[in-house]
Every structure is written in structure tokens, then in C-alpha cells.
């Protein structure tokens, strides 16, 4: 079973637009949503992560938007940079637990 | 910033062999964990690692896989009897609590097996 869902698999944006990718979760004991940015070669980084008792969080240009009722999330990089290329994956984790269900991860491409 | 530390970067090693993954977590941090990531897949957890014991493990992390922590720094992975499909980045991770705290990852360990 697959916990949490993550589209789209790839992503190309040009260089000053917003690129989007959705996370879809069924387990409603989750109550921490992390998103992590991997570049190649190197472990996950957090990048921002949101509570549900919230419906967005913001960041700099990275924003978490969420929807608790269709169990779903999504994070917005506003003025994307070439520098934002790098894998992005979502998870979840609920509380007292210790392992982290990762999405599939959407790697995102930014055109100079 | 403080660092999770993965040694060796790159290990190649033949179908059979034990390979062991090693691991130097943040020290103030009390919460230890492996996870994998097979080539342009997601990464998942194998086992989370506390108070000197294994706390939660997945259904990947069967008999040919162990934890330990030898010593106040160190934290391994070992793999005794290895598979093709073991093939795998593998990720080191530790948190000062759970999961919720944050977890900061280790750059990994490619592990190819031939």
C-alpha cells in the first residue's frame, strides 16, 4: 500500500515561474508533512515542513499548501531558480512514530 | 552546520558477500536510522534505532540485515548474505527526537552488488 502519493514524476518550469507538486496521503493518523529537496549525490534535506491544524505555511519563495478534508498537499516554489533543479519528495510521519513514509519524488528541472 | 557522516561513499561488492554500512550520526542526537533508495525510486525506511535497541523496523529489513552502535559514535548497517537487489543508495539518518523533530540524512552509501 502505498501511503503517500506524489505527482507528477517530473517537472520542467522556466526560470521565474511556479512550480507545483502535489502530495496525496490516506493514513489520517499522519500529522507532520515534511518536504524534502535531494540534489544528486546527496542525502534529503528538509525544506519545509507543515503541521495539519494549519492550511498553508510559508517559506521564502516555497510554500506548503494543505488541505486536511481531501487529505492532500502540495508545495509552490514562487520565482523558481535553476538552482531549485533537484529531486523534491513529500512524506509524512505521524507523532510518536519514527519512520518517515516518503513520496516517489518529482524531480524538477528549472530552465534558465 | 553539524553533519551525518556515511562512510564509504561507494561500495561494490560480489552477490553472497556482508558489506557493513557505517554511520557517524549527529552527537547530541539520540534517534538513529537507515533508509534505502533504489535507483529512481522512493526512499524507504528499513529500521529506526534507540536507546541502544531497534525501536520500529520495515518489512525490508529481514534476517540478513543488523544495527549496532559499537561504540558512542558510530552506527552500522550491516548486510551479511548481499543480493542483486540489494543494489541501493543507503541512507543514514539521526534526530534529536522523533520523527517530528526532523531528521537530518547522511549524502548515502551506493552499494552495488554484483
Known amino acids: 500500500q502505498q501511503q503517500v502519493k506524489q505527482s507528477p514524476q517530473s517537472l520542467i518550469v522556466q526560470k521565474g515561474g511556479i512550480s507545483i507538486i502535489n502530495c496525496a496521503y490516506e493514513n489520517t493518523a499522519f500529522d507532520y508533512f515534511p518536504w524534502y529537496q535531494q540534489f544528486p549525490g546527496k542525502g534529503p534535506a528538509l525544506l519545509i515542513a507543515?503541521?495539519?491544524?494549519?492550511s498553508e505555511k510559508k517559506e521564502g519563495r516555497f510554500t506548503i499548501s494543505f488541505n486536511k478534508s481531501a487529505k492532500q498537499f502540495s508545495l509552490h516554489i514562487m520565482d523558481s531558480q535553476p538552482g531549485d533543479s533537484a529531486t523534491y519528495f513529500c512524506?509524512?510521519?505521524?507523532?510518536?512514530?519514527?519512520?518517515?513514509?516518503f513520496g516517489t519524488g518529482t524531480r524538477l528541472t528549472v530552465i534558465p | 552546520e553539524p553533519e551525518v557522516t556515511q562512510t564509504p561513499s561507494h561500495q561494490v561488492t560480489q552477490m553472497g558477500q556482508e558489506v557493513i554500512l557505517r554511520c557517524v550520526p549527529i552527537s547530541n542526537h539520540l534517534y538513529f536510522y537507515w533508509y534505502r533508495q533504489i535507483l529512481g525510486q522512493k526512499v524507504e525506511f528499513l529500521v529506526s534505532f534507540y536507546n541502544n535497541e531497534i525501536s520500529e523496523k520495515s518489512e525490508i529489513f529481514d534476517d540478513q540485515f543488523s544495527v549496532e552502535r559499537p561504540d558512542g559514535s558510530n552506527f552500522t548497517l550491516k548486510i551479511r548474505s548481499t543480493k542483486l537487489e540489494d543494489s541501493a543508495m543507503y541512507f543514514c539518518?539521526?534526530?534529536?527526537?522523533?520523527?517530528?523533530?526532523?531528521?537530518?540524512f547522511g549524502s548515502g552509501t551506493r552499494l552495488t552488488v554484483v
Open positions: 512524506a509524512a510521519i505521524k507523532t510518536g512514530a519514527n519512520n518517515l513514509f
Open positions: 507543515i503541521r495539519p491544524d494549519v
Open positions: 539518518a539521526s534526530s534529536s527526537g522523533t520523527g517530528r523533530d526532523g531528521y537530518t
